[in-house]
């Protein structure tokens, strides 16, 4: 992928949420400002997030006699949060690959 949204991901952080089409947000900045730090906030809140619907799963699956609804209510939520917590992962992979030698 040449220009377009790969020169700001290498320009910027990756942010945890996305614009209103659904296209993805990136900050540039040294990573000390207020949007940094929500950021960070948000991406801990989303992975504790996902902790606490993976325990919720294996209960849930434990169990021998769970409706179909619930099921799909679960993968549904499992899904979101995967989706997540891979833009967590992809917006601090990029920041550690950016950064200078010591």
Request: with cysteine; proline share 5%.
């Given at each position: 992928?040449?220009?377009?949204?790969?020169?700001?991901?290498?320009?910027?952080?990756?942010?945890?949420?996305?614009?209103?089409?659904?296209?993805?947000?990136y900050l540039v900045g040294?990573?000390?400002?207020?949007?940094?730090?929500?950021?960070?906030?948000?991406?801990?809140?989303?992975?504790?997030?996902?902790?606490?619907?993976?325990?919720?799963?294996?209960?849930?699956?434990?169990?021998?006699?769970?409706?179909?609804?619930?099921?799909?209510?679960?993968?549904?939520?499992?899904?979101?949060?995967?989706?997540?917590?891979?833009?967590?992962?992809?917006?601090?992979?990029?920041?550690l690959t950016r950064r200078?030698?010591?």
């Amino acid at each position: 992928m040449t220009g377009g949204a790969r020169d700001h991901a290498v320009a910027g952080r990756l942010l945890p949420w996305s614009r209103a089409d659904g296209g993805p947000c990136y900050l540039v900045g040294d990573g000390t400002g207020y949007v940094s730090r929500l950021a960070d906030e948000i991406e801990d809140v989303q992975i504790d997030m996902a902790d606490h619907l993976l325990g919720h799963a294996a209960e849930l699956l434990a169990e021998h006699r769970v409706a179909g609804a619930e099921l799909h209510y679960l993968a549904r939520r499992l899904s979101e949060s995967l989706r997540d917590v891979k833009r967590v992962a992809e917006s601090r992979g990029a920041r550690l690959t950016r950064r200078p030698p010591p």
